[in-house]
């Protein structure tokens, strides 16, 4: 089953490059979604994203939006850079989101 995760502050691109470049290494079938509410450092980080997910030859698809509502559908791991996007996001719908993605994993946790 193909997992996604979302990065929140993605537009730091060394942040994302960082955990991009650990996430390929685990060689996961997932889904990358990458937010940020800046548009112009989204583009540089997702061209980035997928320049590295490129050279090592996987499959994992890339999503990126300022829109962290839409990434976020889906979600069942999400990553957020302290640094950039708590102090600029609503902490409640972030909240709101991570608690859903808790629910998602426990539930197939007793699937199993």
Not at 13 to 32: H, I, K, Y
Not at 46 to 74: H, M, Y
């Amino acid at each position: 089953m193909r997992e996604k995760v979302v990065l929140i502050g993605a537009g730091s691109a060394s942040f994302t490059r960082g955990l991009v470049a650990d996430l390929l290494q685990r060689e996961w079938d997932m889904e990358l979604g990458l937010v940020d509410i800046d548009a112009e450092a989204l583009a540089v980080a997702e061209g980035l994203a997928r320049k590295l997910i490129q050279a090592k030859k996987v499959a994992i698809e890339v999503t990126a939006s300022t829109d962290r509502r839409e990434v976020l559908k889906g979600a069942v791991d999400v990553v957020i850079n302290p640094k950039k996007s708590v102090l600029t996001l609503e902490f409640s719908v972030v909240l709101e989101e991570v608690g859903r993605a808790l629910d998602v994993i426990a539930k197939k946790l007793v699937e199993k």
